[in-house]
Structure formats: structure tokens, C-alpha cells
T-cell receptor, first 116, second 114 residues
């Protein structure tokens, strides 16, 4: 089974600073990777996904992530943090089910705090 | 276009009771997945339904069961509730079962078991 590990359960940055959230994956085949964001008391919203096209993936709200096979990483970055970026961020890998299905396997999440 | 909706928003039950959670998938989506998110953790896959058939299951006991209807809406049923079942239950729909499909999540149902 494939898995992801998020390094750092809490990250704190100042407004305007670089955001870097780390995700490493474990997969025996080329993976499909996702970053989701969750605001308090809400569901998950897709930020971006990697599906084996370009290794640098641009998402919504100014976020991007780079797939690095040599490092088995898919870190999420944003050049300048905004107060509205404060939320929980989840990295996920798509894992095949028996038959035709697939499921998402999530990391434990990283809580991002943005300080004024 | 209506997104994924779930009902109820919140639910309080006692140990041993049974609960049914409901999910309406996004228009055009034939695949529904259910996830359990305990406090402070990432979502855990429960099962997936595709065209009214269970298409795969995570590491959850049989007292977690589900249904998908012809309009692709879905139910999650949990029997003999335990305290550890307290969690946010998320439903996600997608336009197929392929791994590169985005799964669109609903707002979740917060279940508290006392």
C-alpha cells in the first residue's frame, strides 16, 4: 500500500513569509499525489494534484508543489503567506483498490498558523 | 452546479445505537467514497461505491455498511456505536474510479457518541 508522511504537525509563519509544508510519499509505482486544505468545521478542498504530467504543479490561492522522484517528495509552497491561509493541510496519495477503484490515503496533516 | 451535500450536520448518539448518514453526490459523479476523520488526524478510507456496488473497503468492521442509490446518492450506516466512532464523517464524490480523479468532499457530519 502507498503512504504519505507529513513532516511537522504544526508550522507557524509570519504574514508575507514563505510557506513550506513537507510531504514525502512511499509508492512502488508512479503516484498520483494531492494536497487538500481544510478550514475549521469544513470539508476538504483540493489545492492541487500531480498526475505525472509537469513536475511543478500550480494550484489555487497561489500554492504550488514540486514532484521530486529522487527525493520521493511533494512539498507544498507559497511565496507569501496571507492570514486567510491559516488552516489544516493534508497531503494524500491515490491508492488502488482491488478491482477498478482507488482511494485516497492521507497524511496526518499540518496545521498552518499565520502570524500578523 | 450543486456540490456534495451531507446530512445531518451534527449528530449525538449513545453507545450501542445505530446511525445513518446521508450524502448527495455532485451532479454527474457516479462514485462515492466515505472517510472517517478522528480529531487531530487525517481522514481514513471506509469504503467506496461505484454504480450502486461496493468497490472497495478500508480497515473498518462490518458494522460499518453503506448503500448507493440509482441517483448516486449514498448512505453510511453504523451499527452498535462505540465511543471511538466519534468523528467527522466525510463523503466525497468523483466522476469515476480512476486514481487521478479529484474527489470532491462534502462538509461532513460530526458524530458524537456518548
Amino acid at each position: 500500500a502507498q503512504s504519505v508522511t507529513q513532516l511537522g504537525s504544526h508550522v507557524s509563519v509570519s504574514e508575507g513569509a514563505l510557506v513550506l509544508l513537507r510531504c514525502n510519499y512511499s509508492s512502488s509505482v508512479p503516484p498520483y499525489l494531492f494536497w487538500y486544505v481544510q478550514y475549521p468545521n469544513q470539508g476538504l478542498q483540493l489545492l492541487l494534484k500531480y498526475t505525472s504530467a509537469a513536475t511543478l504543479v500550480k494550484g489555487i490561492n497561489g500554492f504550488e508543489a514540486e514532484f521530486k522522484k529522487s527525493e520521493t517528495s511533494f512539498h507544498l509552497t507559497k511565496p507569501s503567506a496571507h492570514m486567510s491561509d491559516a488552516a489544516e493541510y493534508f497531503c494524500a496519495v491515490s491508492d488502488k483498490l482491488r478491482g477498478s477503484g482507488s482511494r485516497l490515503t492521507f497524511g496526518e496533516g499540518t496545521q498552518l498558523t499565520v502570524n500578523p | 452546479e450543486t456540490g456534495v451535500t451531507q446530512s445531518p450536520t451534527h449528530l449525538i448518539k449513545t453507545r450501542g445505537q445505530q446511525v445513518t448518514l446521508r450524502c448527495s453526490s455532485q451532479s454527474g459523479h457516479n462514485t462515492v467514497s466515505w472517510y472517517q476523520q478522528a480529531l487531530g488526524q487525517g481522514p481514513q478510507f471506509i469504503f467506496q461505491y461505484y454504480r450502486e456496488e461496493e468497490n472497495g473497503r478500508g480497515n473498518f468492521p462490518p458494522r460499518f455498511s453503506g448503500l448507493q442509490f440509482p441517483n448516486y446518492s449514498s448512505e453510511l450506516n453504523v451499527n452498535a456505536l462505540e465511543l471511538d466512532d466519534s468523528a467527522l464523517y466525510l463523503c466525497a464524490s468523483s466522476p469515476g474510479t480512476s486514481g487521478n480523479n479529484e474527489q470532491f468532499f462534502g462538509p461532513g457530519t460530526r458524530l458524537t457518541v456518548l
